[in-house]
């Protein structure tokens, strides 16, 4: 079973301009949270989608957005680029099991440099 | 909000030593704890878990261990080898999809 996906896995962008990553999860998969992480915050919840609604949300500026398409693929979008937004963009899939856990499966992320 | 709390930041151990890394969380909500490896170059790879129903869970060479009403939960790893060093994040879930994680700690098992 293939894992998650993250496309670009490298990129680079000036401040002030916008950028939209992708996100494929696994196959079955219904859940997509995206996290950002930075060596001086760590890993920081941003969203989670399901069923393409965003079911909960983080603590981070408006101009962090996302949308979850039909087929489960997610993409996350930062407008106004910051050079404070340079960090490793991790997406994670995940399925309710019959134990109520939430086992999430990261993909490898998108790194994202802003000069 | 939840709060995890993540000590060590840093752990060295001699290969075949044991290593222990402990975590406390704030919210009563959460009821599910996840550990995570995370090596260079890679996203973090879910090595283990355990739900508020259950006191302790090993799998091989890993165990987790929870205490509810102390709100802390550890995870353990025996006979340590080489290949186990990597940053080590704990997590807590306050709700589904939603994971609050640790700082990390950064574990060297040394040959």
């Known amino acids: 079973k293939a894992g998650v996906t993250q496309t670009p896995r490298y990129l680079i962008k000036t401040r002030g301009q916008q950028v939209t990553l992708s996100c494929s999860p696994i196959s079955g998969h219904r859940s997509v949270s995206w996290y950002q992480q930075t060596p001086g915050q760590g890993l920081q919840f941003l969203f989670e989608y399901f069923s393409e609604t965003q079911r909960n949300k983080g603590n981070f500026p408006g101009r962090f957005s996302g949308r979850q398409f039909s087929n489960s693929r997610s993409e996350m979008n930062v407008s106004t680029l910051e050079l404070g937004d340079s960090a490793l963009y991790l997406c994670a899939s995940s399925r309710p099991n019959f134990a109520g856990g939430y086992e999430q499966y990261f993909g490898p992320g998108t790194r994202l440099t802003v000069t | 909000g939840e709060n995890v709390e993540q000590h060590p930041s840093t752990l060295s151990v001699q290969e075949g030593d044991s290593a222990v890394i402990k975590c406390t969380y704030s919210?009563?909500?959460?009821?599910?704890f996840p550990w995570y490896k995370q090596e260079l170059g890679k996203g973090p790879q879910l090595i283990i878990d355990i739900r508020s129903n259950v006191g302790e869970k090993k799998d091989q060479r890993i165990a987790v261990t929870l205490n509810k009403t102390a709100k802390h939960f550890s995870l353990h790893i025996t006979e340590t080898q080489p290949e186990d060093s990597a940053v080590y994040f704990c997590a807590g879930t306050p709700s589904q999809g939603n994971l609050i994680f640790g700082k990390g700690t950064k574990l060297s098992v040394k040959p």
């Open positions: 919210d009563s909500a959460s009821n599910y």
